[in-house]
């Protein structure tokens, strides 16, 4: 399948600072990514589809403020946490589909532990 | 609104025995997509088989097929002689819309965690 690379792969860091996720699509040119947050033994939830070049689209209930996303090319998108507090931490993965075939797979990339102390 | 429903947290299976994990989903679009996932303890989601509404035959991938009933509105995930690696969370889930579009959420159930005993 194809490869999604997500770095970091863990970070921790203090309460009100930023932090930055990337996504890279390494074989593929990812149209459309998604980004995603999983709390232990839960289902993944939505956030936010992006489109390269083009305003993210948020889950109700995700603050736009708070996850900035960002997909300025077709093989990079980010997602950064701006004044990260504790309830921020959780687990962040990041998915990218392109024009894979007609199945339109989406491929994950490793995800992030992201802990605020 | 599409809905997808795991109804086993968590499965236990013999090594080299079959294993049957259940999905049932919900949705008004008669084109949709279905798609099995595997996450192990790592993390990272892997894509295991997919399944269009409108494929005659079910899918499958390997060791993994995928038992797709329609009018029951069913989608479920064999895997056969199971192997200790087998152990993981599986996620059934779920796209509305012709699958060559590049529309459509893809929403998740809510895992079943696979435990495979020597």
């Known amino acids: 399948g194809a490869v999604v690379s997500q770095h970091p792969s863990w970070v921790i860091c203090k309460s009100g600072t930023s932090v930055k996720i990337e996504c890279r699509s390494l074989?593929?040119?990812?149209?459309?990514m998604f980004w995603y947050r999983q709390f232990p033994k839960q289902s993944l939830m939505l956030m936010a589809t992006s489109n390269e070049g083009s305003k993210a689209t948020y889950e109700q209930g995700v603050e736009k403020d708070k996850f900035l996303i960002n997909h300025a090319s077709l093989t990079l998108s980010t997602l950064t946490v701006t004044s990260a507090h504790p309830e921020d931490s959780s687990f962040y993965i990041c998915s990218a589909r392109g024009l894979a075939g007609l199945k339109n797979i989406q491929y994950f990339g490793a995800g992030t532990r992201l802990s605020v102390l | 609104a599409q809905k997808i429903t795991q109804t086993q947290p968590g499965m236990f299976v013999q090594e080299k025995e079959a294993v049957t994990l259940d999905c049932t989903y919900d949705t008004s679009d008669p084109s949709y997509g279905l798609f099995w996932y595997k996450q192990p303890s790592s993390g990272e989601m892997i894509f295991l088989i997919y399944q269009g509404s409108y494929d005659q035959q079910n899918a499958t991938e390997g060791r993994y097929s995928l038992n797709f009933q329609k009018a029951r509105k069913s989608a479920n995930l064999v895997i056969s002689a199971s192997q200790l690696g087998d152990s993981a969370m599986y996620f059934c889930?779920?796209?509305?819309?012709?699958?060559?579009?590049?529309?459509?959420?893809?929403?998740f159930g809510q895992g079943t965690e696979l435990s495979v005993k020597p």
């Open positions: 074989d593929f040119q990812a149209t459309t």
């Open positions: 889930a779920m796209r509305e819309g012709p699958i060559y579009n590049q529309g459509g959420k893809l929403i």
